[in-house]
């Protein structure tokens, strides 16, 4: 009796050592791999020009500036309606709430009728809705739908985990795309929840597709992505279930045309749409793995091409060659501002924490920051350089961008397009203050902030030492 419990006490010790050691392996094979930050390749940085993002004649390609999330929101419904052969939709987080559904009935509606549907997500944050959605699972056991997954989550290879497909974009045939900051859910898209994010995306309409445009660079990342064996295919079942979710998907499509009818019906995208001399893709490499950063080396490189640069960002959390450039930039002459949300607006508790402690040494570089302290938290991503680029898309000014995920930005050259977001920017810089090297304030004209906890300021300089020595990965 006594050697039987025994017995049982070594096995559970046993159980227990060995749940220790895959935590500890766990934790350090998603850690170490990182640890090492890559520098851009001297291939890379030899073939980047930055003047070739430049033309001094009218292109083909047209935009539009999406901030509303309503608007948002049309949009998709205005693309997919206009989609007669294919459509792609591509996503780091689709949650099926009331948006994420509006989107799928939306994109069950193209299946329908023909169109060839092909719909990528990440594979770490969307992984999970997925296997619970019956929506999910309906659009994907339509035969006109192809669902990929970018990087599965891994437990074997947690290292894996960290490479994260952080791209949002829509394509329409070889017409259009819609490309930003935004995820497909409520705190993007539609008037559906209380406390919804600010964020920007970017209509681009080619009036003579050619491949060598950003459409076509677009159309052929997207294929280089999707053709990764790191990209695993997601077939739903057609069970009775399936169908009997598809007709009320579909159902809820046409409610959908009576509750915003302005969104179904015919476009002038030549009136609603802004002229450009040229409208270029950047991106990072696909693979997910620890990446070199080029997408962040071209902004540099572009920065430098003007006297003065607004960068537009969530939250700020730079490596010590992220700074370095920012000094270079400014040494060489080149103004740069920061525009990012004040501590008590930010919705990222670590990019929150980490600004509070890193606020000297931004500074340091010579950049001027300004703290947007609007009534919702800011998501925009984007630049202006000079007075003729404007840059927006994905990429947050932190680590993670530059060398862990796969972005895309939208380089526009177009001074009548920039006019229209100095106008939208310098909005949201009314609403912020601008931080001075001896830690005061100077407020704009519609700044309305609001008093922080104290409480809460403590927890998060406690959040942000706790999370230093892994803030590359956050």
């Not at 509606?109 to 990440?122: C, H, I, T, W, Y």
Request: hydrophobic share 40%; proline share 4%; aromatic share 10%.
């Amino acid at each position: 009796m006594f050697g039987k419990l025994l017995w049982k006490i070594r096995w559970k010790r046993i159980i227990l050592l060995a749940l220790l050691f895959f935590l500890l392996y766990f934790i350090l094979a998603s850690i170490l791999p990182y640890l090492t930050q890559k520098k851009v390749s001297a291939a890379y940085a030899e073939s980047f020009d930055p003047q070739e993002f430049y033309s001094e004649e009218l292109g083909s390609e047209r935009v539009l500036c999406v901030d509303e999330n309503l608007d948002a929101l049309l949009w998709r419904f205005r693309l997919m309606e206009q989609a007669q052969k294919e459509l792609i939709y591509v996503s780091f987080d689709f949650v099926d709430d009331t948006s994420g559904t509006d989107v799928i009935a939306g994109l069950l509606s193209a299946a329908e009728r023909g169109v060839q549907v092909k719909l990528l997500v990440d594979g770490f944050s969307s992984t999970w809705i997925l296997w619970g959605s019956e929506a999910f699972q309906a659009l994907a056991s339509h035969p006109n739908v192809e669902m990929k997954i970018y990087n599965p989550a891994k437990l074997i290879k947690p290292w894996r985990n960290q490479a994260r497909l952080h791209d949002k974009y829509v394509i329409v045939d070889n017409t259009m795309y819609l490309l930003g900051g935004r995820n497909t859910s409520d705190y993007f898209l539609g008037d559906y929840h209380e406390k919804p994010n600010i964020d920007r995306e970017i209509l681009v309409y080619d009036t003579a597709p050619s491949n060598d445009h950003s459409l076509g660079q677009l159309k052929s990342y997207f294929s280089s992505v999707w053709n990764l064996p790191d990209c695993k295919s997601y077939a739903g079942k057609d069970t009775p279930k399936a169908q009997e979710t598809r007709e009320q998907l579909l159902q809820r499509y046409e409610d959908l045309k009576q509750t915003y009818p302005e969104a179904f019906t015919s476009t002038d995208w030549i009136g609603v749409t802004t002229e450009t001399n040229k409208v270029s893709l950047l991106s990072n490499p696909v693979e997910p793995v620890n990446k070199e950063p080029r997408l962040w080396h071209s902004l540099v490189q572009l920065m430098q091409t003007g006297d003065t640069v607004l960068i537009q960002t969530p939250y700020v959390i730079c490596s010590n060659d992220m700074y370095t450039d920012l000094k270079t930039i400014q040494d060489a002459g080149t103004q740069v501002s920061i525009l990012t949300n004040s501590p008590e607006s930010g919705a990222n508790v670590f990019g929150t924490s980490d600004f509070r402690l890193e606020r000297k040494t931004i500074l340091d570089t010579g950049v001027n920051v300004y703290e947007f302290a609007g009534h919702r938290s800011n998501h925009t991503k984007g630049l202006l350089i000079g007075n003729r680029l404007s840059i927006i898309g994905s990429f947050n000014m932190d680590m993670r961008s530059a060398y862990l995920d796969t972005e895309l930005m939208v380089v526009v050259d177009s001074e009548k397009f920039q006019t229209q977001m100095q106008s939208i920017v310098g909005e949201a810089l009314s609403q912020s203050r601008k931080l001075q090297p001896d830690g005061t304030y100077t407020y704009g004209e519609n700044y309305t902030g609001k008093n922080e906890n104290p409480i809460v300021a403590v927890i998060s300089v406690l959040l942000g030492l706790i999370s230093r020595p892994f803030r590359f990965l956050l």
